[in-house]
């Protein structure tokens, strides 16, 4: 659960990378681009069918004046909380990890999450690969490399895939817009091929 806008896409793309090292399955709404299937249903049943979550709140606060708080990553939070609460079987015991662009700032607006531990990425791609892989490591129970050797893994993926997708008839400026179904698939290749 996050913003799907360019702004944060250096922050997914490390994010995605972190989750597949470790030999998780991302989901995510955009998983599929069927404009016939309403985003709603796609969440709720992202969050009936995944065992681990992750959102991220640092896009909730508005940037201008009379301009909306975004409320879909709050929302989409309660939903699986809700779901963990309120769920059966494995859903009771589902594990959610928070972050948010600086510690406490959630709190102005989300009162209800003072005391939950919620990771701090200061928008950094290395700060985001630090926070997912110590949860993983620590919550879930799944062993990584260090963050700055995941970084490193990541950064190598990406030049490797613009080499890639240069090669396969992209232009430069289509890159940056490839769809989250396809990007995935790339860092598994990646992933399988590259790391023993």
């Known amino acids: 659960n996050c913003p799907y806008d360019e702004h944060f896409r250096p922050l997914l793309r490390p994010l ?3 989750v597949l090292r470790a030999d998780l399955n991302p989901r995510m709404a955009a998983e599929r681009l069927n404009s016939g299937e309403t985003r ?3 969440i709720v049943e992202l969050v009936r069918e995944s065992k681990f979550a992750i959102h991220d709140l640092s896009r909730i606060k508005a940037k201008r004046a009379g301009e909306y708080f ?10 699986d909380v809700g779901c963990s609460c309120f769920g059966a079987g494995e859903q009771l015991s589902k594990r ?7 510690p406490y700032r959630h709190q102005i607006a989300l009162s209800d999450l003072s005391n939950s531990d919620i990771a701090s990425h200061q928008e950094k791609p290395v700060r985001v690969v630090a926070a997912v892989r110590h949860w993983i490591v620590n919550d879930i129970g ?5 963050p700055s050797a995941l970084f490193d893994q990541f950064t190598q993926f990406m030049a490797d895939n613009y ?3 240069l090669a396969h008839g992209f232009d430069k400026d289509e890159i940056p817009d490839l769809p989250v179904p396809e990007l ?3 860092m598994r290749e990646w992933v399988a091929t590259n790391i023993s």
């Open 142 to 146: 799944i062993d990584l490399p260090g």
């Open 184 to 186: 995935i698939r790339y």
């Open 70 to 79: 975004r409320l879909n990553m709050p929302f989409e939070l309660g939903l």
């Open 96 to 102: 959610c990890l928070i972050l948010a662009k600086e």
């Open 16 to 18: 995605l990378f972190t």
């Open 40 to 42: 709603f249903s796609k």
């Open 163 to 165: 080499d890639e997708l």
